[in-house]
């Protein structure tokens, strides 16, 4: 089955660090792009950071200077490294990412389930 799965969120003092991983499951060859975005309750849907197959990243300017995307490929996993965080960071994280079920195969587009990270004040 191919899977993204998140994990790492948590509750958290504002100020305080956490770090967000997305694991792809074996039936997946290798990761391309991938993003992290999350979404508040009651807000739509945003972007918060992407990093390449080369490992280029770009990230949204309301968390610039605080969050580091990463990314292992031989594990073939993402990280969102999160520090100073806000009470307004406060949202379920996912992760998404076109992947390679074959190498040979057209890339598919995948989201994973969420993670919940609640930031206190």
């Known amino acids: 089955q191919l899977q993204l799965m998140e994990s790492g969120g948590d509750l958290v003092q504002a100020g305080g660090s956490l770090r967000l991983s997305c694991a792809a499951s074996a039936s997946i060859y290798s990761i391309n792009v991938a993003n992290w975005y999350r979404q508040a309750p009651g807000k739509q849907r945003e972007l918060v950071a992407t990093?390449?197959?080369?490992?280029?990243?770009n990230y949204a300017d309301f968390v610039k200077g605080r969050f580091t995307i990463s990314r292992d490929n031989r594990k073939k996993q993402v990280y969102l490294q999160m520090n100073n965080l806000k009470p307004e960071d406060t949202a379920v994280y996912y992760c998404r990412a076109t992947v390679y079920h074959d190498p040979f195969d057209r890339p598919l587009d995948l989201w994973g389930q969420g993670t919940q990270v609640t930031v206190s004040s």
């Open positions: 990093v390449t197959s080369g490992g280029t990243t």
